[in-house]
């Protein structure tokens, strides 16, 4: 295919004051500004967000599946850092 | 949707033979209800069909917003054209939804619209009818929207992710489409005499093409199997057949319409409705091109692309000049 096709953008929607971005999906956009553009097009055509963001795809950095094990199993062996590790008391209370 | 990562990595796993253990290990995820993500390891076929699916569907939209946009310019009140207007934005929509899903399984938007323009991707059979009169956009939204949602509920728990939560956005609007439909019939068949012959026209011509929607029956569908394995399916193409004549046939009797089927009867022993034979050559007829209108179609969505390729080019032009400004 021709290299010329508009880059991707990810696209995150803050739905309302208080809850944080989530990806919504992509457009593709010569600029950052078309991106905003059509990202608003695409996916609040029913009031769905209150801010918009907008990134390159291919400059997002990404943790890769396949080392799904090695990269995420450290945090598997301590149990210890959940409350729940820990046995109170009869008696103890608002702990 | 991490299309243009995933690329790289696509290639790179393609090369890895697809073992036993990897196959094994990738359906116990699916039939642990495990939703698949883009970059996750997933059998080439797996990929493929999801493709072709997401492709499908994706041109189906871009393609229906062509019968509706015949009315836009005809609709008969200022209320009825800003709705409808804003049913085939929603459509537009839709498309972009699902390019955007597919992307993320390593084939460029290029590519899809190439393939669409050159002929060679399927789209839905059902919008190579033609929309004669303004009860068609009645029947398009009731039945039409009616059957995709039948289709579109299940997909919101396919085990591809990307695809799934597409869905769960374009099941979202479908519910207005139909209903705005509805309204229409509706309307239609409280006003005179010539009103409602016009909505049972539209209804006469409609329903088989709606039934054929679902696709052939289960002993013929040559995917349904697979895809059921692997969980994009959830429901085969004659259960939500069944399922959309159930309800819809209860609907037509309260718009005070005939359904045109003489073999329609409702079933005590099975609580479902009993219906005719499908004719499933004009189905192959049309997916093979020779509907009434997949010419009329194709050419004007290439005619559409060509059209506006004056405004991708300035787009372009303008951005190019403003980092080229930014630069300096």
């Known amino acids: ?95 | 949707m991490y299309t243009q990562g995933l690329d790289q990595a696509g290639k790179d796993r393609r090369i890895a033979a697809e073992t036993e253990e990897l196959l094994s290990a990738f359906q116990r995820r699916v039939d642990a209800e495990e939703k698949i993500e883009a970059k996750d390891w997933m059998p080439e076929a797996y990929r493929k069909t999801l493709i072709r699916q997401i492709s499908q569907h994706a041109h189906s939209e871009i393609i229906g917003m062509q019968p509706e946009g015949n009315w836009l310019t005809r609709a008969p009140s200022l209320k009825r054209k800003a709705i409808l207007l804003a049913k085939v934005q929603d459509e537009a929509g839709h498309g972009l939804y699902l390019y955007s899903a597919a992307e993320t399984l390593g084939v460029s938007r290029d590519q899809m619209v190439a393939d669409l323009l050159s002929g060679k991707a399927k789209y839905s059979s059902i919008f190579n009818y033609p929309t004669l009169t303004w009860a068609d956009i009645g029947a398009i939204g009731w039945l039409v929207d009616g059957a995709a949602i039948m289709n579109q509920i299940p997909l919101c728990r396919c085990s591809y992710g990307p695809y799934a939560r597409a869905m769960v956005r374009v099941c979202k609007e479908e519910s207005f489409h139909q209903r705005q439909g509805f309204d229409i019939m509706n309307a239609l068949c409280r006003g005179t005499a010539a009103q409602k012959a016009m909505a049972q026209d539209a209804l006469n011509r409609w329903w088989w093409p709606s039934l054929m929607m679902f696709g052939p029956n289960d002993s013929e569908s040559k995917h349904s199997a697979q895809s059921m394995a692997w969980k994009i399916k959830r429901f085969s193409n004659d259960e939500l057949r069944q399922k959309f004549v159930d309800v819809t046939v209860q609907q037509a009797d309260f718009l005070g319409l005939s359904v045109p089927d003489p073999d329609l009867r409702f079933d005590e022993d099975t609580g479902h409705y009993k219906f005719g034979e499908i004719n499933w050559q004009e189905l192959f007829d049309v997916i093979a091109g020779n509907g009434p209108c997949n010419k009329q179609r194709l050419e004007k969505r290439q005619k559409a692309h060509s059209d506006g390729a004056w405004v991708r080019e300035a787009a372009q032009a303008y951005a190019s000049k403003q980092s080229a400004r930014v630069a300096a």
């Open chain 1, 1 to 95: 295919m021709k290299s010329d096709e508009w880059p991707l953008y990810e696209v995150f929607i803050r739905s309302k004051s208080g809850l944080s971005h989530r990806h919504a999906g992509s457009v593709h956009a010569p600029d950052d500004q078309m991106a905003l553009d059509h990202a608003r097009d695409t996916y609040t055509r029913r009031s769905e967000g209150v801010s918009l963001w907008v990134v390159r795809s291919d400059q997002i950095i990404a943790s890769d599946p396949a080392e799904n094990s090695a990269f995420f199993e450290p945090a598997e062996d301590k149990i210890y850092r959940h409350p729940t590790f820990y046995d109170i008391p009869d008696g103890v209370e608002n702990l």
